[in-house]
């Protein structure tokens, strides 16, 4: 068994590759950090340290341990040269741009829809996989799983198709945007936009909740197969694994014997339109298939595979926003290889503990890493349904906390809009103004202010609309009962929202 490596370009990253023809029995491990096309045969890794090593030690040749990858120089070439001349090219009604992403099965080519004047985003088979009929199957599964998946976290396809030189494409939606891989590693800390990639999390599980509904299994869940688009819009890409996990548990030969069956596959058709046959492919016995760093034991091991292999991915790209790092992270690819296989989480769960991260989410982490399956929730479903609880009650909780700060604070807190009108004010207002709140509202705040001030009043508001913060300025403010109070206010805007964040301070009675 030989392990073949060479540069991927500018960025310096080795990429392995492995040999997918049917005489191997074993598949290979697809890329990370790759974009959209996480190939079939392809493996590159952030976070490997050393050049990768022979895994004959831990893999031999009829040894139950031998169920991962055995990687040969077949299919070495990162983009054949003819790939790198598209642009210009007319594949049906597309007018192909520019290579935007690669894996080890496919590219993807930023094109032209010539009939309907778009941007759209074209997976091509690679060209020494032309002749490969058993890629060719898993190409067209890929298009047939992912346009019958109707689910907004899922890219629509538009079009499928043959090139001329005998290649599977399909068209789908150009995704404008990054993947969560490219967000995690611009944090500086664990808690930096923390909020915003729970959110994201959030909406990944509920996209896979739909897939597994569907009785479909993705098998690849990491933070390079999701893209976040410039509107927010978060898309699970890369199906190529994809599965009906009923047939992950049977060996070929019953697979080429028998009709196979989706869990309540009745069900599956009429919600879907995903018939049995189309996620069906030929995997060869005790095949290994996904990203080694995010990959569960029995996914790692070739054995049978269900939702809560996915359940185990969704657990790793918690790990890493909570952590900062994969489930499985070693100085080289058969360190990373051997603690897939043999479940080594003991420093992922010392991690997750040591994190500082709320217990929740610590938890649920934890249990969906979890090395016995059983012990996993069930599906995406249900850890959807954990983490929209958590996130909803830590809403609840900051806005109680919010609103008791805002109405027991001895100061006055307002919110203002740049229209010149309070949005809110706390009960002091009312108790030192001597004005009921739907008073306070309805008029323009720059009514309150003496005539004396309102020139100064007017020039701090500019400032404000500038988005300069505001301190310790005074002004005076109208009472019921006809005096005047002196305020002192602290204040910042946020202009996109155009309003004023404000807190005065009663200092009527400071000696002047």
Known sequence: MNLDEQPTGKSGKRKITADASPGNTNSAVT????????????WEDPFLLEEHTDLEKASQPGDP????????????????????ELEGTILGRFQLRKVIAQGGMGIIVEARDLELDREVAIKLLRRQHSGKAHLHQQFTNEARITGRLQHPGIVPI??????????????????????MAELLAARKTTQDDLPRLLNIFELVCQTLSYTHACGVIHLDIKPSNIMVGAFGEVHLMDWGLA?????LCKPVSEKLSETPALPQA????????????????DLPDGAVWGTPAYMSPEQARGHCSDVRS????????????????????????????????????????????????????????????????????ADAGIVAGELTLYLESLLQRAGSDLERFFELSLDLFCIAGLDGYFRRVNSNFSRVLGYEEKVLLSRPFMDFVHPEDRAQTADVMSRLLRGQPVVQFQNRYAAADGNWRWFEWTAKSVPEDRIIFAVARDVTDRPR
Do not use: W
């Open 31 to 42: 890329p990370t950090g790759t974009g959209p096309d996480a190939g079939v045969i392809g």
């Open 243 to 247: 599965r009906a996990s009923t047939e």
């Open 266 to 281: 009745e069900n599956i058709d009429s919600r879907t339109g995903i018939a049995a046959h189309d996620l069906f492919v």
């Open 310 to 377: 996915d359940v185990f991915g969704l657990g790793g790209m918690l790990c890493e926003i909570l952590t900062g790092s994969p489930p499985y992270r070693g100085a080289n690819f058969r360190n990373v290889c051997l603690k897939a296989i043999e479940a080594d989480l003991r420093e992922t769960y010392a991690a997750l503990v040591n994190s500082g991260a709320d217990g929740v989410l610590v938890r649920l982490a934890i249990k969906c890493l979890s090395r016995d399956p059983d012990a996993r929730p």
């Open 65 to 84: 341990g031998s169920r991962t990858t055995v990687l040969t120089q077949e299919d070495q070439q990162v983009l054949p040269e003819g790939d790198t």
């Open 158 to 179: 538009y079009e499928t198709g043959t090139s001329s030189d005998n290649r599977p494409f399909f068209a789908m939606k150009l995704v404008k945007g990054k993947s």
